[in-house]
DNA sequence: TTGTACGCGTTATCAA
DNA sequence: TTGATAACGCGTACAA
């Protein structure tokens, strides 16, 4: 048993090829009972279009490429589902290619084939437009999400805003304010800028309250040093104390590192975190929710309006983190 | 500038476009210089034929599926480095797949194109060829790494001679030996029996040993929990003791949690891991190195030999690993 | 050893 | 509203 084709929908319909086609694209002008004869067809035989015939033809291959650094976090598989959700609806699959470090971007960047042939490109978090040629870009419609760069649509998270919330809410408390800071990585092109614009955005705000900042802790993205770091900040640290962690993962260690301590949340310590992990509505941990599967829905949106042809000029989406209590303030 | 196409060479190099398919896949029967006109041409045009329409001809489209769990723990790093490092030899492009949870697997079973449309397909540690229809493993050939299945060719740790490995080094310890196991996942489908298999080499080596087995301690995949799983298995241990943890990210919580005791490894402590992660030398982790680039390698050459035509018997492949010992053991 | 022509599965154009 | 047919870029049988 062969996969069926087009001809043999055609043949079994007793239509033409064209016809199918029609069917097959949603183009207008097709009588409503030869629609659903082909359907039926369609269904019968199981058929599903050569995405390759299709791209050789110089239609579509209804693929898109998604770029993005890892995937095990988090903050990617709620990304990976919010775009899945939209291509799926739009009837596009989506290969993903994990960059993981730099010598796999090389290899992904020389590859002439692959991505290169999907309708359009995902860049998630990395900005790596700089490193396309110019007729790649333009023969391959792209969409930047959760990174920002000029003259393609891009789907961002306001970080800094974040980071703003998170201070004027640490200005209200009674207290010392403490914060604990994700160690930027020192490869230029794999830096997100994340994480930099969480602490601006909060110094802004404490500043603009009049509030100090009386002390700062700086942890690497795992788990054991943010139990680490934890420990260092607390034994120094006055009391009461609100500490602003610009990553759940470090608010986590704190949490656990409090707990060993015998610290009262909400009278001793405040805790505040910073991506609202599933983990943390569970274990009361205020934090900033971030709406990923929201923009990563829309820069999807984006990527298809270009690929169905619209030309204007790059868009921008913003979107906003909003402050979620918890027990781990004292609140609810 | 429009990509050039393979008529565009054959026209520059002044030969037919049959010449030129012929050069490109390295059919003999071409005369060597005009090979290398050929090749000189191609290098100018910076041409790459097009995996489309190499597909819609009936050819090869030289892109591999891989298929896996997750990407960014240090093993899946290291067993894709070892898939494309063979693959890329052979001048095949690499598709990723990472299933993350049971709706995405469900979303790429049902995906009729895409991956599907790859010359052969690897799965790594799961075994999945239950869920996939025969038509679709007969037209494309298919590979198990770290994983065993019938039918299928294979490429595998022995996990089981692992344990036995620790087991035995256990056994020549004096006094007491405990183990810490990682805790079996829930779902069915996405069990790996990689766990069970070190656990039963160990237990089995220990009784043909005549040692027994003091304690035993669970811990979830996680950094955290292994921090707290050790220190419960510290708090009722007796010493001097040997604990094998069955992965060196519970072997690392074990290492903390015994500093932080002021336990002297080697004397007080003897601490052996599985896995030989990239900072288990550094930390002077005694471990069970497992080759697996070498495993992964193996792997795509069992594939690409399917895919050049062989078709014989299944084979499997099984790679042993290697015991490494260093300070936490108090050897080196 | 090489060139020509056909077919792969689809889309798009053109007549009907 | 439909069917026939010319592309699309490549592999390959066949003829030269």
Redesign the interface.
């Known amino acids: 048993?062969q996969k069926p084709t087009i001809q043999d929908v055609a043949r079994r319909a007793g239509v033409g090829v064209g016809t199918v086609s029609r069917v097959l694209n949603n183009h207008a002008a097709v009588r409503d009972t030869t629609r659903q004869t082909v359907l039926g067809v369609i269904r019968d035989l199981d058929y599903?279009p050569?995405?390759?015939?299709r791209?050789?033809a110089g239609g579509k291959?209804?693929?898109i490429s998604v770029l993005l650094p890892?995937?095990?976090?988090e903050f990617y598989?709620r990304l990976?589902n919010g775009l899945?959700a939209a291509f799926?609806e739009a009837r596009y699959?989506v290969?993903?290619?994990?960059l993981?470090d730099r010598a796999?971007l090389e290899?992904y960047l020389g590859?002439?084939?692959?991505a290169y042939?999907a309708d359009g490109l995902v860049m998630a978090t990395y900005n790596l437009t700089g490193m396309f040629s110019e007729?790649r870009l333009r023969d391959q419609p792209t969409v930047l999400v959760d990174a920002y760069a000029e003259g393609v649509d891009c789907a961002r998270m306001d970080n800094h805003l974040g980071g703003v919330l998170a201070g004027q809410f640490a200005a209200q408390q009674p207290g010392f304010i403490y914060a604990i800071w994700v160690e930027t990585e020192l490869d230029q092109m794999f830096t997100s800028r994340v994480f930099e614009e969480r602490r601006s955005g909060f110094l802004q705000s404490l500043a603009a309250a009049g509030r100090a900042l009386v002390g700062e802790s700086l942890s690497s993205f795992?788990?054991?040093a943010a139990?680490t770091a934890a420990g260092q900040l607390l034994d120094h640290a006055q009391f009461p104390a609100t500490v602003f962690a610009s990553a759940d993962l470090l608010a986590?260690?704190l949490l656990?590192e409090a707990a060993a301590r015998g610290l009262v949340l909400g009278r001793d310590l405040k805790v505040l975190g910073f991506d609202d992990q599933p983990w943390a509505q569970a274990r009361g941990l205020s934090t900033l929710h971030q709406p990923v599967e929201a923009m990563a829905y829309e820069a999807a949106t984006l990527l298809l309006s270009r690929l169905s042809g619209y030309s204007g000029p790059p868009r921008v989406r913003t979107f906003e983190p909003r402050l979620v209590l918890r027990a781990s303030t004292g609140d609810m």
Do not use: C, K, W
């Open positions: 048993m599903t050569n995405p390759h015939a791209r050789i291959s209804y693929t890892v995937v095990t976090t598989v990976l899945e799926q699959d290969a993903i290619f994990p993981l796999r290899r590859s002439h084939t692959l042939q007729n795992d788990a054991q139990r986590g260690g656990d």
